[in-house]
Antibody, heavy 124, light 110 residues
Framework: EEQLVQSGAEVKKPGDSLRISCKGSGYIFSTYWINWVRQMPGKGLEWMGRIDPSDSYTIYSPSFQGHVTISADTSISTAYLQWSSLKASDTAMYYC?????????????????WGQGTLVTVSS | QSALTQPASVSGSPGQSITISCTGTSSDVGGYKYVSWYQQHPGKAPKLMIYDVSYRPSGVSNRFSGSKSGNTASLTISGLQAEDEADYYCTSYTVSSTYVFGTGTKVTVL
């Protein structure tokens, strides 16, 4: 079964650093992109950025550029989302989502497989 | 990059049809045939319902359909059922090679 399994909930203080993870299984992890999506409490979905695990090429939403870092380690089929200095406003649920290729080898423009989400709470 | 505009809420009785709109610009919705729709039940991860404006993934009911005209995409749910009560989000590819989600619509089955 193909799945994305995310790391558990985190409670941090403002200024802390944090890295959350998204582990793929049931497919060849390096062949598909991984996206990260934020959902603040009671709010909508926001696309943060994505990574090509095969070469670590990343692209970020302008809203998140410089605030987070997306990375991946294909040897353990895992993508990461990290912060160097958390703020209270980073409190949210974070989802990873897969973006596959079509039969012609081109990346599709939808997210077919999602992780279960990681809740990050930042509070003093 | 502004979120795509969706109505905050839409409601309907069982068996009725409802339509959710998703309005963007020529730099996203209007410029590409890359609009997708996601269903999210409370406390759950989103689920893909429609991709590339009007295509249904395997396993998604044919009661769900999508369309687009100009800068506005639409999701129609026909034969509304209690299980359809959820939040729905559109998303579009953009001219910047990024993606933007809609503001989200809460569907209530009366």
């Amino acid at each position: 079964e193909e799945q994305l399994v995310q790391s558990g909930a985190e409670v941090k203080k403002p200024g802390d650093s944090l890295r959350i993870s998204c582990k793929g299984s049931g497919y060849i992890f390096s062949t598909y992109w991984i996206n990260w999506v934020r959902q603040m409490p009671g709010k909508g979905l926001e696309w943060m950025g994505r990574i090509d695990p095969s070469d670590s090429y990343t692209i970020y939403s302008p809203s998140f550029q410089g605030h987070v870092t997306i990375s991946a380690d294909t040897s353990i089929s895992t993508a990461y989302l990290q912060w160097s200095s958390l703020k209270a406003s980073d409190t949210a649920m974070y989802y990873c989502a897969r973006q596959i290729r079509d039969s012609g080898g081109y990346y599709v423009n939808w997210f077919d497989l999602w992780g279960q989400g990681t809740l990050v709470t930042v509070s003093s | 990059q502004s979120a795509l505009t969706q109505p905050a809420s839409v409601s309907g009785s069982p068996g009725q049809s409802i339509t959710i709109s998703c309005t963007g610009t020529s730099s996203d919705v209007g410029g590409y045939k890359y609009v997708s729709w996601y269903q999210q039940h409370p406390g759950k991860a989103p689920k893909l319902m429609i991709y590339d404006v009007s295509y249904r993934p395997s396993g998604v009911s044919n009661r769900f359909s999508g369309s687009k005209s100009g800068n506005t995409a639409s999701l129609t749910i026909s034969g509304l059922q209690a299980e359809d009560e959820a939040d729905y989000y559109c998303t579009s590819y953009t001219v910047s090679s990024t993606y933007v989600f809609g503001t989200g619509t809460k569907v209530t089955v009366l």
